[in-house]
């Protein structure tokens, strides 16, 4: 690896510049031609395909099933729920000719599915026997955000899985809030080791067309907050204007409650920033595409032994862990550690001559660099430990970071200047009238990202109009 | 089931109308409020996941790697290849404006992303060390014909793989033509129990940019002959004016070779017409997502024994096949059969309080409707050979009507006759001018299927003109 294909910022002096090269020099993503949208290369892509599959297991025990509907959807259509129309609107992508016609009616391309699958869904569900419906896409969608684009973390098309559920009571579709959220929370914290904070959004700034938003917020190194996946009950919303009804068990015509829930393309990028170093990639063992990689170290005399010996462990190793052999024979190891160091590769097994007359190999581990010597014999039973252990180091020292910046607040003073100097979470109560809320962000930049679920004792009054808090917030200058 | 939800035409008698209604009511597929878009329900996405996860491991097996890129397209892009612009620009979907402003230039909703695909490539090959590259897609694509759409068949979106190589010699890039038509063969033959004509495009018809394209042809019920997977050639076509270059061996700079290939969600409307009948669809057990559906038949008294010996019998075949346990209680057994024979669950087992008794459960297959009485003891054993039974009976039924409607035609006379009474797929003597070929298509709406690539001896001279033929060639009508 040449200079020039490795870092040349580090993440603690400049994060922006160090998130840009971080991504496009390990070619985990590129840029395309159309601003906004991104290309995912084999391993940006590899590791939503490890997410995906990871999080549609467990949709499908829960009796999720999947679905596809058009990409294109008509005006109209957004038209019939007023907040939703109002949220997305701005943002949308229109397709106003085919061939050389003039279309009569707008096309959009998808923001979400809402419109499109409820128009289906209102012909589909006749009685109580249809419910409840638990549909479930994985697809691309695109919002055409005027805003500064960053890969990952904001673009204008990104891939997603979009749920949306239909009941035949506001019982059953609450119900189904925790279990989706901890489906989420497992993913986000078991599989890219990210902890999160889950709570409700307020209403400024729930979701368009929702009665109640929930969302994972995770915490950048900048100190930015970043919304993770989100759930939302829709009440009954969209039943009305679409028109959702069922004759119940009593033969009567209700209409139906719920719910749509998603995880995005955007987690990549939160996961990359949080374990990544000056080196390149970090990724923790269970969403690496390589898991771990073998550098076999020869010279034109041992190169067939060495390559034999490097090929029987990899046998070995690939019925437990995706393992990858480089045998590639015109690069210098040195030059293939620096890569697969770039790239994120969990732990990198080295083999020479000196080691395979010893029976052992080197092991050397990403995340925190430590090297040291295994027989061969115990390799197996190594590698497996270890992947684990980088695993959980990665999760808990992301989790120390998410509790050190995160600050309990009780006045308005300690709140800008903790906003200044530190960033990160502040946890503030707060009295839940809006106006508060919009004066806080005009004067600090700071919005509520939610409000936790699991609530700290109210500890003051409103962090903004010192009345009697209802709640304690978090708030943080937010992506 | 009431009469409404069953099927009301016979295939031997309607068979467009018979198509419709068996991919409609069986909840395979529904249409949209988007003309020529089509919306896959839980049965029909499933299905397609069970293809796409076949084909993905054996590209994966070959070193294929998975990307995404994306959706919209520059215009300028589209219009670098001239015959590729030619062939897609009348069915492209333009995206004009975004939010309420007009874009500077048009976006193309991808109708394939040669063009965008290979901007990248050109940034990323430099050396031969970065060859060969065989990318892939799983995506969506829009392509908006003005013809009928039929749903499945002919849509205006679907969803396909797309692959996309590029070597650094023209023999490289000519041996992955069988490597990547042989994966496609497996797959419709084992999977979709779906014979194939493996051929050659003529020059008129084949894919836009290519040098040289292949197909494996079906052929429908009705006799008419549709494509299947196809797979192509670039040559240098996009290379070049894509300046995708490298250095060789020798320091010396070349352009890249190239091809591309697909299957798409049409495969499934081919397999549904095929196998499906009167009383709905018929799925080759490797790809119903339900292989195996077990009916509990009981009465208030007997409904705990019943539903608690179903549900062991469930979770014993669970580990070998997809078991459904239909345990409602709110149909009754003959509404449930008449439902899963409209799905096309290969296998069904019955199992009442008499089978318990004797310890043994009725089974009945879907393609035959042939019912025996099974030990339980032995009902793993007996599933799994039953399944592959009926895997291969499809087949094989499939395969004798493409044999006895494949034509050795010699005359021109011969020609219009077995068309206009038989259909089919007419084989003749071609001397390769591309003016007899339009002649035919002219006269009797017959094109060139392809070309097999397993010749049969020329018989007789071209079939238009009577000169000498080159090749034999597979004539049809053709969707």
Known sequence: MTEQEGLTVKKSQNFDEWYTQVIIKSELVDYSAVSGCLVFRPLGYSIWELIQKATDEKFKKIGVQNVYFPLLIPEKFLKKEAEHVEGFSPEVAWVTETGDSKLEERLAIRPTSETIMYDSYSKWVRSWRDLPIKYNQWNNVLRWEFKHPVPLLRTREFLWNEGHSA???????????????????????????????????????????????YSIEHLLPDGRAIQGPDFHHDGQNFAKPFNITFLDKNGKTQYVWQNTWAITTREIGVMISVHSDDKGLVLPPKVAPIQTVI????????????????????????????????????????????????????????????DLKNRQVVLVRRDNSKKRAIPI???????????????????????????????????????????????????AGWCTDVKCEGKIKEETGAKITNIPLNQNKVFSGCVYCGKKAKVIANFAKSY
């Open 167 to 213: 009941f035949a009571t506001k019982e059953e579709a609450e119900d189904e809030r925790d279990e989706i959220l901890g489906i989420y929370q497992k993913i986000t914290e078991e599989f890219l080791a990210l902890p999160g904070i889950i709570g409700k959004k307020s209403d400024k700034e729930k979701f368009a067309g929702a009665t109640e938003s």
């Open 295 to 354: 550098i076999p170290i020869f010279d034109d005399k041992t190169k067939s032994t060495i390559l034999k010996a490097a090929k029987k462990i990899a046998d070995m190793l690939d019925k437990k862990v995706r393992v990858y052999l480089d045998n590639r024979d015109y690069y210098t190891p040195g030059w293939k550690f620096n890569e697969w160091e770039l790239k994120g590769v969990p732990l990198r097994i080295e083999i020479g001559p000196r």
């Open 377 to 427: 014999s115990k390799l197996e039973r190594e590698i497996e430990k270890e992947l684990e252990d980088i695993q959980k180091t990665l999760f808990k020292r992301a989790s120390e970071f998410l509790e050190t910046s995160t600050h309990k607040i009780k006045t308005s003073d300690e709140f800008k200047k903790i906003l200044q100097t530190k960033k990160g979470i502040l946890q």
